[in-house]
Every structure is written in structure tokens, then in C-alpha cells.
């Protein structure tokens, strides 16, 4: 079946530094990738979407690439900042297979020191 | 733009107890879901709808009922709560693969 892996359960970083959250996914059908993210105590919120393969998607400073070839959907930023500290999740969808249900991950959380 | 509303914000249970949350969206979007997350951690499916009067279990339907009778709204109702349970209950709606959420219910079960 379609799964997601994130590697990291949690990640604490200095702020400045730059960071890569890791997705690997696993599908048979045409992957629909998605990174949210979630502060403390708020909903989820989409911070990147992709579908096209090898294009670089941005937002917010953070960034990601759709790799097919890896199946990997990697969340990076050049330089966190301490109001990035959150839980991200990736998650994956099947164009339409799933009928719109979101896979996802099971969250990393990004804590960032001052 | 649109809203997702969800109530209540907080409740507390007895355990055995049924409870009903209930969830608004005014997007017209067609398909919604019900999430649990329990403390810090992922997203589990508990029930979805494509579309008015329809349900769909999710993976973590067991223990709970779902009822879609408008558009607009999806209620979960916890048919037995479970005692010490603690968890934070998402509502989402979506368009076009993107998912959006609402506040959330926070559920106490003493």
C-alpha cells in the first residue's frame, strides 16, 4: 500500500543554520506530494505542494523537489528561524486513486534555539 | 476565502460517555475528513465523505460513528469514550488535493 516515511522524529537546530526534513514515499500511481506545517496548539497549514517531477516548489523561505526517481520530497531552508519551530508533516496523495485522502507521514518536529 | 468551524473548542467526558463534535465549512468543498493526532504526534483518518450522505471509514474508524447530512457539515460522535483518553480531533475539507483544517476539538476523557 501507499506509504510515507519521515526519518526524523525530531530535529533541534541553532537558529541560522540551514535544515533538510526528510520524506520518502511509496506509491503506484502518480504521486501528489505536500508538506504542512503545524505551530503549537494550531491546525495544519500547506506550506508546499508538488506534483512536477524534478522542479523546485518554494514558500516561506523553505523549499522542496519532487524526485520520482527517489521518491523523495525533502523539506530544506537555508536558515531557520526561531518562529519556525513546529511539527512538519509530509503527505502524499494518488491524483484521484484515494479519492483526495491524504497520506500522511508521522510529523517531525523542528525545534529551533536561539 | 472560507472558514472551517469546529465545536466545541474543549470537552470533557465521563468515561462510557457518548460525544458528538461537529464541524462547519463554508469553502463548498465536497469531500471532508475526520483526524485524530494524539499528543505531538501524526494524522490518523477516522472517517471521510466525497460527498453529502456519504461516509468512507478511514483507518482508525473503529469506536467512533461519522454523519454527513449536509454539505457543509460533518459531525463525529465518540460512541464510548474511553477513559484517560486525550487527543486533539481535526476537521479538514478539500478542493483539488489540498486539504484544509480547522481549529481542532480537544478532547478530555477523566
Known amino acids: 500500500g501507499d506509504s510515507v516515511t519521515q526519518t526524523e522524529g525530531l530535529v533541534t537546530l541553532t537558529k541560522g543554520l540551514p535544515v533538510m526534513l526528510n520524506c520518502t514515499y511509496q506509491?503506484?500511481?502518480?504521486?501528489?506530494l505536500f508538506w504542512y506545517v503545524q505551530h503549537l496548539n494550531e491546525a495544519p497549514k500547506l506550506l508546499l505542494k508538488?506534483?512536477?517531477?524534478?522542479k523546485r516548489t518554494e514558500h516561506q523561505g523553505f523549499y522542496a523537489t519532487l524526485h520520482k526517481s527517489s521518491s523523495s520530497f525533502h523539506l530544506q531552508k537555508s536558515s531557520v528561524q526561531l518562529s519556525d519551530s513546529a511539527l512538519y508533516f509530509c503527505?502524499?496523495?494518488?491524483?484521484?486513486?484515494?479519492?483526495?485522502?491524504?497520506?500522511f507521514g508521522q510529523g517531525t518536529k523542528l525545534s529551533i534555539k536561539p | 476565502g472560507g472558514i472551517i468551524t469546529q465545536t466545541p473548542k474543549f470537552l470533557i467526558g465521563q468515561e462510557g460517555q457518548k460525544l458528538t463534535l461537529k464541524c462547519q465549512q463554508n469553502?463548498?468543498?465536497?469531500?471532508m475528513y475526520w483526524y485524530r493526532q494524539d499528543s505531538g504526534k501524526g494524522l490518523r483518518l477516522i472517517y471521510y465523505?466525497?460527498?453529502?450522505?456519504?461516509?468512507q471509514k478511514g483507518d482508525l474508524s473503529e469506536g467512533y460513528d461519522a454523519s454527513r447530512e449536509k454539505k457543509s457539515s460533518f459531525s463525529l460522535t465518540v460512541t464510548s469514550a474511553q477513559k484517560n483518553e486525550m487527543a486533539v480531533f481535526l476537521c479538514?475539507?478539500?478542493?483539488?488535493?489540498?486539504?484544509?483544517f480547522g481549529p481542532g476539538t480537544r478532547l478530555t476523557v477523566l
Open positions: 479538514a475539507s478539500s478542493w483539488d488535493y489540498e486539504q484544509y
Open positions: 506509491t503506484t500511481y502518480s504521486p501528489f
Open positions: 508538488s506534483s512536477t517531477d524534478n
Open positions: 503527505a502524499l496523495s494518488d491524483w484521484g486513486y484515494n479519492q483526495g485522502k491524504l497520506i
Open positions: 469553502f463548498n468543498h465536497d469531500t
Open positions: 465523505s466525497i460527498t453529502e450522505n456519504d461516509l
